[in-house]
């Protein structure tokens, strides 16, 4: 078994918590890298979920629970810094005075370059460590055209927006095949398409995309962010739940940081859960990636030493099929395959 070179899970992701000044300039800092993919979501007020990126640009919002384009506005983020990012004045999203917010940052490689990898030439930003990399392009309809996504190795989930008019988010993982997806902005159950991905898995170095307006349309740009399987630091994996008050466990051979699940088998949200806003068990809270919902309440999670194991029969979390990612407070290191200590 291959071992990860990470050291320090937070130095490629992080969660941070802020409470909004309504201040332009208002610096949140201690995210250990200059932020290249940034989510942010209000916690105490139903503002849309605000997704940044290096790539595209640090002013330029896109929205996981809306079909919108994207928009371009000078006070939400100001500038991603060298150990964080610094927020403007004027948004409920991002800075409104006395509310709570969460960050979920991921690290790429800034800016990006051209990659000549597919048919299609795109814009690559990539931390080949951790398996991580922001790909700007734009569409031409055409089934079986390819896009380089800059990994080296083969993604295991593949979340694509187009982002010069309104459009679904349309999601690749592994466990459900090419010719499957979701949708990140609405609760719907897995869809059958191969206009989506041609019913070509990605490779080492391209994703294939079908003639569907929403991940391939004609002159409009799309923004992907790939994500590929780190040993003891990122796993994205599916689960069957029990039915049962004594739910499933699920493996992921490191402790969690952070994990989003969705249901497969029925309608329901994408929830999204973080060791910031729960600082001990059970995890306490959650958020949909899908409404403008705040805060959730929950009681019935636990981030263990080695994966998380849900307390409840609840369809939602425990009883159908499921998909997830996750991402590691600390990674599993060592020859020895032993994990981290729990909380």
Same mark, same amino acid.
């Given at each position: 078994?291959?071992?990860?070179?990470?050291?320090?899970? /937070?130095?490629?992701?992080?969660?941070?918590?802020?409470?909004?000044?309504?201040?332009?300039?208002?610096?949140?800092?201690?995210?250990?890298?200059?932020?290249?993919?940034?989510?942010?979501?209000?916690?105490?007020?139903?503002?849309?979920?605000?997704?940044?990126?290096?790539?595209? &640009?640090?002013?330029?919002?896109? *929205?996981?629970?809306?079909?919108?384009?994207?928009?371009?506005?000078?006070?939400?983020?100001?500038? #991603?810094?060298?150990?964080? #990012?610094?927020?403007?004045?004027?948004? &409920?999203?991002?800075? @409104?005075?006395?509310?709570? #917010?969460?960050?979920?940052?991921?690290?790429?490689?800034?800016?990006?370059? /051209? !990659?000549?990898?597919?048919?299609?030439?795109?814009?690559? @930003?990539?931390?080949?460590?951790?398996?991580?990399?922001?790909?700007?392009?734009?569409? !031409? @309809?055409? +089934?079986?055209?390819?896009?380089?996504?800059?990994?080296?190795?083969?993604?295991?989930?593949?979340?694509?927006?187009?982002? =010069?008019?309104?459009?679904?988010?349309?999601?690749?993982?592994?466990?459900?095949?090419?010719?499957?997806?979701?949708?990140?902005?609405?609760?719907?159950?897995?869809?059958?398409?191969?206009?989506?991905?041609?019913?070509?898995?990605?490779?080492? +170095?391209?994703? +294939?995309?079908? @003639?569907?307006?929403?991940?391939?349309?004609?002159? *409009?740009?799309?923004?992907? *962010?790939?994500? =590929?399987?780190?040993?003891?630091?990122?796993?994205?994996?599916?689960?069957?739940?029990?039915?049962?008050?004594?739910?499933?466990?699920?493996?992921? &051979?490191?402790?969690?940081?952070?994990?989003?699940?969705?249901? $497969?088998?029925?309608?329901?949200?994408?929830?999204?859960?973080?060791?910031?806003?729960?600082?001990?068990?059970?995890? $306490?809270?959650?958020?949909?990636?899908?409404?403008?919902?705040?805060?959730?309440?929950?009681?019935?999670?636990?981030?263990?030493?080695?994966?998380?194991?849900?307390?409840?029969?609840?369809? =939602?979390?425990?009883?159908?099929?499921?998909? *997830?990612? =996750?991402?590691?407070?600390?990674?599993?290191?060592?020859?020895?395959?032993?994990?981290?200590?729990?909380?």
């Amino acid at each position: 078994m291959a071992y990860t070179t990470i050291n320090k899970s /937070s130095e490629h992701f992080n969660t941070k918590i802020w409470t909004g000044t309504g201040s332009s300039g208002h610096a949140i800092t201690g995210v250990g890298f200059q932020t290249d993919l940034l989510w942010v979501k209000a916690r105490t007020n139903t503002s849309w979920h605000h997704l940044f990126d290096a790539v595209r &640009g640090v002013d330029k919002a896109i *929205y996981s629970n809306a079909t919108d384009a994207q928009a371009t506005g000078s006070n939400d983020i100001t500038s #991603f810094d060298s150990d964080g #990012f610094t927020l403007g004045s004027a948004s &409920g999203a991002t800075n @409104s005075s006395s509310n709570n #917010f969460v960050g979920w940052n991921w690290k790429a490689n800034g800016a990006g370059s /051209s !990659n000549t990898d597919g048919s299609i030439t795109s814009t690559v @930003s990539a931390n080949t460590t951790s398996g991580f990399s922001i790909v700007k392009w734009t569409g !031409n @309809s055409t +089934s079986g055209a390819t896009v380089g996504h800059g990994l080296g190795v083969v993604p295991k989930m593949i979340i694509v927006k187009t982002t =010069a008019r309104t459009g679904n988010w349309v999601t690749y993982h592994h466990t459900l095949g090419a010719t499957k997806y979701l949708e990140l902005n609405n609760t719907g159950a897995l869809g059958t398409s191969t206009a989506a991905w041609n019913d070509t898995a990605p490779t080492s +170095s391209v994703f +294939s995309l079908g @003639s569907w307006s929403n991940t391939n349309d004609n002159g *409009y740009g799309m923004i992907a *962010y790939c994500f =590929a399987e780190k040993t003891g630091y990122s796993k994205f994996g599916s689960y069957v739940g029990n039915n049962n008050a004594d739910g499933t466990f699920v493996y992921t &051979g490191f402790k969690p940081a952070w994990i989003m699940i969705k249901q $497969t088998s029925d309608t329901n949200q994408w929830f999204i859960f973080d060791n910031k806003r729960n600082t001990f068990n059970p995890e $306490t809270l959650y958020i949909q990636a899908n409404t403008s919902d705040g805060d959730n309440a929950f009681t019935s999670l636990d981030f263990t030493s080695n994966g998380f194991k849900f307390l409840t029969s609840n369809a =939602a979390f425990n009883n159908g099929s499921y998909i *997830y990612m =996750a991402f590691a407070e600390a990674p599993l290191v060592g020859s020895n395959n032993v994990p981290c200590t729990a909380r």
